[in-house]
């Protein structure tokens, strides 16, 4: 049974395209087949963080508007083979996006994968709904910082409003990813904790990812961080998070790259 | 009090439509509460008492909506516009007539109305010492009063009373209300199983009820109801309101911060007291 997955969150630059570039890769990795959607369309970035931006021919506008097939516009990581990419279109607006248009290309992308993951734009409007349309599954990724948290409930509401699930009178099942967390300066009151932030948006979380330079390598590599390095702390989060999406119980964990005194004292100069 | 929205079926689906298609329009039904003028013969003597009226609480026809009933006078259409006349110069301005003959009315009159629900007298001020009250703005910080109802605006004096039915009807919420969210009951209570986030929004006609955190807005009593209270399990409100009395975060007690409270009002006063 296909799971139609949107990752959101209402306002930018909180790990969207990071977050969807990870789990797809991670629920790839474990060997179910994934296709990522860049919603982004006029800014698109997913096919950057998947380092497929050169072999890019087609993207959704032009299967949406009938120009090209869906075969012609996909295409397959190079890294994991289960894995697959929709780009956006960078020269087009999001006004060439239709309804019926999406209606169609997630219907036959639900024949054919395991797991549709759509990154939404940032907003609360056309674009952003049109992503979070035919979810089943919203991972909604947040800061621990206040704006983050009030936008993310703000966008909570809108799926429980704007998508056919709402429409239907069903609920989509809502997930927390809490990106670029520090527990360090949680504690210290310097950012918003775990907790506060879940008693606030009141939704089950599904990982935690702790802020990382790693996370910033991967993107400029074009790798996702689970495939470019797995054992790093961010990648551990992601592959637990991708488990738990599966339906698995992980515990919940802050994974960190706890290194020694001497790795501290000379990690820098190895690396 | 009612609030209704109707929409071409294009508009069901929830998305914006393309441009392509035709533009949807929405209307919306909304009930406002409106005095009513009933002028007695002579005139010009009633005219006179309204005048003294105004000059105790000069704001008491400020933001209202007039009706004027001429039933109870003997008219013809010239009359009519006299009259209406003299109300403009004291600066009322009505909204529709009622008991008119429709063959008067004409462009530049405003429109004919029936079918009205009664509800109780509205509270004139007093002749005398409530005229400085009357005055004096309800809202004790500087912002323009949210409260939905024009009729019943910050700088509005006169409370107006409702009749109290004898069963009240209440809206249930199951569900966190969430930043950008609006819940609107003029009906009665309203009961929120959960929070209301930072920049969501519950406006009721009777008490709000809270198991959660308040984090947002609550508007008890917007249709001018004083006895309405708000309960909630954390207050961290943005602002609370009470019959169109409110208070901003900033002006809220610090000391009832994060705690389970009740509001109510007294007098002109908004009140907190712990739950406990």
């Known amino acids: 049974m296909t799971k139609v997955l949107v990752v959101t969150s209402g306002k930018g630059g909180v790990g969207k395209t990071t977050s969807t570039a990870a789990l797809g890769a991670a629920l790839a990795q474990s060997g179910q087949s994934v296709v990522v959607i860049d919603f982004d369309v006029g800014l698109r970035n997913l096919d950057l963080v998947m380092g497929a931006e050169r072999r890019v021919v087609y993207d959704l506008i032009n299967v949406v508007q009938g120009e090209a097939k869906l075969a012609q516009a996909l295409i397959r990581d190079k ?51 049109l992503a979070m349309r035919h979810a089943d599954i919203a991972v909604v990724v947040t800061n621990p910082e206040v704006s983050s948290v009030r936008d993310s409930d703000r966008i909570i509401g809108v799926l429980d409003s704007k998508t056919l699930k709402a429409e239907r009178g069903e609920r989509v099942d809502k997930h927390l990813l809490l990106t670029r967390y520090d527990p360090v300066r949680a504690e210290r009151g310097e950012m918003l904790k775990v907790e506060d932030v879940l008693e606030i948006l009141s939704i089950p979380l599904i990982g935690i990812i702790p802020e990382s330079d790693e ?37 919940m964990t802050i994974p960190s790259d706890k290194r020694g005194l001497f790795n501290k004292l000379f990690g820098r100069r190895a690396a | 009090m009612t609030d209704t929205a109707i929409s071409s079926p294009s508009a069901a689906s929830g998305s914006p439509a393309p441009k392509s298609q035709r533009p949807t329009i929405r209307f919306r039904g909304r009930s406002f509460l409106a005095l009513m003028l009933s002028p007695e013969a002579p005139l010009d003597i009633w005219l006179e008492e309204l005048s003294s009226l105004i000059d105790r609480s000069p704001g008491f026809f400020g933001a209202r909506a007039v009706i004027l009933d001429v039933s109870n006078l003997d008219l013809d259409r010239e009359g009519l516009a006299d009259l209406l006349a003299r109300l403009n110069e004291r600066r009322i301005q009505v909204m529709g007539i009622e008991g008119a003959k429709e063959s008067w009315l004409g462009p530049g009159f405003p429109p004919l109305v029936r079918g009205g629900k009664q509800v109780n007298e509205v509270d ?74 930072s920049g969501a929004e519950v406006i009721a006609g009777g008490s709000i009820h809270v198991y959660g955190a308040l984090r947002g807005r609550a508007l008890a009593g917007c249709a001018g109801h004083a006895s309405a209270r708000i309960f909630c399990g954390k207050l961290e409100a943005e602002l609370v309101a009470i019959d169109g009395l409110y208070k901003t975060a900033e002006v809220l007690d610090s000391q009832f911060h994060g705690q389970a409270v009740q509001l109510w009002l007294e007098g002109d006063a908004i009140k907190i007291a712990p739950l406990n």
Do not use: M
Not at chain 2, 166 to 174: G, Q, Y
């Open chain 1, 79 to 129: 890294r994991v083979e289960t894995l697959s990419l929709l780009p956006a279109s960078q020269t087009r607006d999001k006004d060439a996006l239709t309804e019926e248009g999406v209606d169609r290309v997630i219907d036959e992308l639900r024949s054919k994968f395991d797991w549709v993951i759509c990154d939404s734009p940032a907003g609360i409007e056309r674009g952003p709904t």
């Open chain 1, 215 to 251: 996370v910033l390598r991967a993107s400029n590599l074009g790798t996702p961080v689970t495939i470019s390095n797995p054992t790093s702390a961010p990648a551990r989060a992601y592959l637990d998070a991708a488990r738990r999406l599966r339906g698995e119980t992980v515990e």
């Open chain 2, 124 to 197: 004139i001020p007093a002749p005398r010492e409530e005229a400085p009250a009357a005055a004096k703005p309800r809202a004790e910080s500087a912002p323009p009063a949210p409260a939905p109802e024009p009729a019943n605006t910050a700088h509005n004096a006169a409370p107006i009373a409702i009749a109290e039915e004898t069963i009240r009807p209440s809206l249930l919420v199951d569900r966190p209300v969430r930043s950008g969210q609006s819940i609107v009951y003029p009906q009665g209570d309203v009961t929120i199983i959960g929070s209301i986030a």
